[in-house]
């Protein structure tokens, strides 16, 4: 272990720099620097990672790994070429660190080298085990543990895991005689056969301190002074290059204010490897696209993240006009990133757009030609209002909100599946502000069949899920985790879960005299630890114990805090889901993941938006409103050199796979054939069907989500092969296509030209004009005799046997000519039914 | 280094010879074909990884409902009658080994293929059972009305089989269905792009058609043309990235199986020859086994047959004797003959099996209840020995008196033979990494 004396290290190290800078003569901001300023390693198994940066001016450049190192006296310590200091024998001596011609000496003691202090089984057995991944989920840490030993998920439980070491298996995984011979050690080692793996080299520091640990009888301390308090990563916000790396030091600090340097014993993740991915010697390696990540690193159940901005670089900022707050958040990001957007779209992908994602349905071909022809100005926001006042919109947001809330009709009966979705239709269509809508969800009761929100508490059924399904939905805190262990990457443990669980334990339902359920409010109590058994007083995320004085239903403690406008988590949470929903990525992915381990990949922006909702008291219309007038939203998806790489930072649209139910309107509303469902009346649209469980061959390949969790992820988007069969070649979408009475006999039957027909399809299905390329393909339909093109080359022309085009078809007489003009017409439609620009937002 | 856990007792097989005498013998070299094995699926279990492929794809015949043990593979003819039902039993090609009277096929080649009976889990349930046997997770709901797939979090078996392969070089999926889905054979959170292609018709139907793959009435082939060659023309020059771009892989990848004459063949069952469908019988699991050989041919990597109706509460020996028996024993025994005499069985691993067995003691209906303790399965070619039994039950066959197989051994088995390391974890929605497998050890003896 070894300990820097933060304040003196700090000064002694500037003086350093100040003094070579003095010396050399040189502009202040050049050369380089070292740390820590000393080294003091005290126990055999100590590391130091040293880091060396090279200043440039503003810029920093990690040059650990191009300094040479050595030692002044070998036998003391040994350096490797990555900077790291491990110990060799008590002693004191210095480590040379020469760079660019500079050689600089930093004082280094070993001590209790060969008189150490006990191991520590909870600070430093643990860490030992975790690092190995011996305690990880898919191993010894899950919950059945793995070939009979088993581990608490990730160390979180000191004494469970000493017992199962120590005592269970009736003591045969350690011999205090002959350490080295422990089942333990020789298993982790693969001196005998193991399952996982060799996990711990037998060479290895923490094979030698679980072997001391051994030696020294096993023992478990009482006391807890070595107990960890924090972590510091080093250094926290770094601006890396492509291609460049960046070695990371994390310093653990103990109850008694020591520093030791745990790098290779603490875990690395970084939130977004497609830029910069991290090893497990915390050597973090960015790739060449840019955008930013976050390394996440685990010690000891605390978390410390690293920031990291590869950004592109001599490129000139472009800035496109600003509309509103979220422009000018983006638009600064996006020059930090060096990130030119792509210019702001055109009326009819901005239509289409606005249209799928507010509404959730296809504008009409009549429409599309009203909004594209239209020259006065401010035609969008207009469109935007007038979205938000169509029935439409109350539809598609309850049907987004009865999965969320798990309107499942097998779980909470059919009733109560049309009470809950109608209850979200009015919410939406009166525009209830959301911190009210919710206040109403958190302490719903009565009976569930009602039109109320009273069925999510049927859905979820128990405390426990209760608690965590809305952590996850309207808090954006994943404290599911925290059920069976220590939250991975956040603060949150099995008492924060448990406090959470005391909010619902008073709630009931009540079998009525008509058959019906009604969900009751009682009295509740305090919920157990999921582990110790102890009562955990109830308590919100990150408060003391609530106070229940004169309420009864302890729900509406919960919802009180929740939707007050101090709550860091409820405000956020929603404006990421709708930001996500419109702009096809959270800021925070997952979604519903929020945490200070998980940021936002533009943390102003989430901020301003964050209060924003409050400003506009959480009318979520409003709120839509200003999404939805920025430039960013309105941008065009196509991309360019600068900026086809960026999937972080909204340079660009990303095109949105249409959900299932939108995709069956949108083929019903093109074809002018409604779908029949089983036992609904014809003309009902797909996202009006409240039941989840319907039959469909569409919902089921398509996936529509079944409604088992409160995850937006739940809902799958992801293309199969079937679906593509299906849109092609399936009976019945070729029977919507062909149908008697569908638009495409209608079309073909009226007086249109062949151009003008082509026009009406590209309008109806795509909302927009074909373009003069498009045109001639299309034209290629109505060739006189299909079957003579077979065989011909695909130069997408047709030289001959083309019908007269842009010219009045008034004589349409022959049943043969009308026929083929039918064909002509359904044949355009399936092509673009097919395209891919159909089954996505753009 | 190598060591084998003896049974406290030592066991004696019908010739005398004590199972510990056999081990000892086979240590000596004297009986390598018993200790090899053996020795080699230690070795397969303690190596970290030991990837080897020995099957490029897999057929899995599901006899959903739970087909019963003592009935078919695990005869007990020592048992009073209450217990062994009224089926008699009869010898088989591997001296020894005993079947019932009605599974006459199989009989004949019993050294063609490995039954093991000691696979046991406690999940008493249909939908929950198949659940678990598919997943090898603990399913979260309670038996009852589900949708199918029921597995919505966890990927099935031959999700994790598309993923890992991917397409085996033919246009066909790489992971079928058929006649409908498997109750529990859905993709969960590995999404769409690794759920089966569903064939939901009867192959033994006169009119089966795959669902989207035939012709379109009154669509002719020059319109089918002139349909394609205009969406070519329009998807030209349109950049496409990420989903998009998936899309349009999707898309040719079922345009070649709607005009491919290749792929198209490969679902069509009826090409083959009278006899040959007749030895599979006419039966739909008899032509589901014949399709599946098809598919693999092509290069289906994971075909998953569900065959229902084994679920016999009620006077159940006539339907067993009548109606489902019988197509299983010769559609699994018309299928290993077939891979055998076209050199596929050393590729194709077949497995056949149920969510559950049926209880010991016949019920006062006349039927067997559930009972997941002790089930058979049966295993062939891909790299699996053959004529073998594995395992073995009690007097009652209700449960596993030695080498008791769990859900975990069965799923590890099945990706190992496959090349697949089921070990492999990805994340779940949550971020938790999600191993394929949790745990599970090769089933001893199963590698040839």
Redesign the interface.
Known sequence: MFVMHTSRGFLSCFLTLVGGVLAAGVVFGQGWEVSPASILMDRPESSQQVLVTQLDGATRRDATRDAKYAIGSPNVARVDAAGRVTPLADGTTELIIELAGVTRRIPLTVAQFSNPVPVSFAHEVIPVLTKSRCN???CHG?A?G??GFKLSLFGFDAAADYEAIVRAGRGRRIMLASPERSLLLAKGA?L???????KLDADSPGHRRLARWIAAGAPRESADERAVVSIEVEPREVVIAAEGVQQLRVTAIDAKGERRCVTAESDFVSNAPFVADVDAGGLVRASDVPGDTAVLVRYQGHVAVARFVLPRTAVAAVRLPERNFIDRLVWDKLAKMGLPPSPVSDDATFLRRVYLDVIGTLPTADEARRFLDDPAPGKRERLIGELLERPEYASYWAMKWSNLLRADK?KVTPQATVGLTRWLRRQFAMNRPYDQMVRDIFTAQGPIQNESPAAFFKAVDQPELASRSVSQLFLGV?I??AQCHHHPSERWGQDDYAGLVGFFTGVGTKKLPDGGEAIIAKTGSDAKHPRSGEIVPARVLGGLAADFTGERDRRRVLAAWATAPDNPFFAKAIANRLWAHYFGRGLVE?ID?LRATNPATNEPLLAALEAHLREVKFDLKAFTRTLLSSSVYQLSS??HAGN?DDRQHFSHA??K?LPAEVLLDAVCQTTGVPEKFNGWPLGVRAVEVWDN?MPS?FF????RP?R??V?E??R???????????L????EI?AKI?HRVGLARQWADSPRTADQLIEEVYLAVLARRPRP??LE??R??F?VA?????GAA?T?VVQTGVVQTGVAETSVATPDASRMRR?AVE??L???L????F??VH | ??SFRLPGKATRTCDGVSRRHLLRLGAAGLLPALSLPRMLA?EE?????GRRARAKSCIFIFLEGGPPQQDMWDPKPDAPVEIRGPFAPISTSVPGTIFTEHCGNCAKIAHKFTVVRSHSHNDNGHATGYHYVMTGRRPTFAD????IPTN??YPSLGSMVARELGSGGGTV?PYINMPH?MGAGG?G?F???Y?P??I?ADPSQPDFEV????Q????????Q???Q????????????????A???T??S???D??TSPAARRAFNVREEPEKLRENYGLTQIGQSALLARRLVEAGCRFVGVDAPGWDVHFNCFPSLEGDLIPPADKAFAALVNDLEARGMLDSTLVVMMGEMGRTPRVNAQAGRDHWSMAQCILFAGGGTRPGQIIGATDKQAAAPTRDPISVADLLHTVCSLLGIDS?K?YDD???????LV??GKMIPGLLA
């Open positions: 990880s989920g898919g899950k059945e793995q070939a693969a005998v056969p193991h399952g996982g793996g060799l097998v994943r599911e985790c997952p993941d196509e991309t086809q990303s095109p796979a469980r061959y089921r390949i398509f996936g079944v088992a969790t995850c992820c739940e799958s988007n992801e293309p199969s092969i079937a679906q593509a069969l299906h092609m070649n399936s009976p070729n062909t390329g498009e393909i299309a290629q339909a060739a299909p079957a003579s093109q077979v695909e997408g064909e044949d355009i399936w092509t673009l097919n395209s891919k620009e089954l996505y | 280094m190598l230690a279990t303690a190596g970290p990884s009852g009305e589900h949708p919505e979090l999926p889905p993709p959170f999404g769409a792009e759920a292609f569903v939901e669902k989207d793959l035939g379109l009435e009154g669509l002719s082939a020059a319109r043309a002139r349909r060659r205009m969406l070519a023309g329009l998807e030209k020059d349109r950049q496409r990235a990420g989903r998009a998936a899309m349009s999707y898309y990848k079922a345009y199986l709607i070990h974890t929605p949550l971020g938790r990494p999600v191993p949790d745990g």
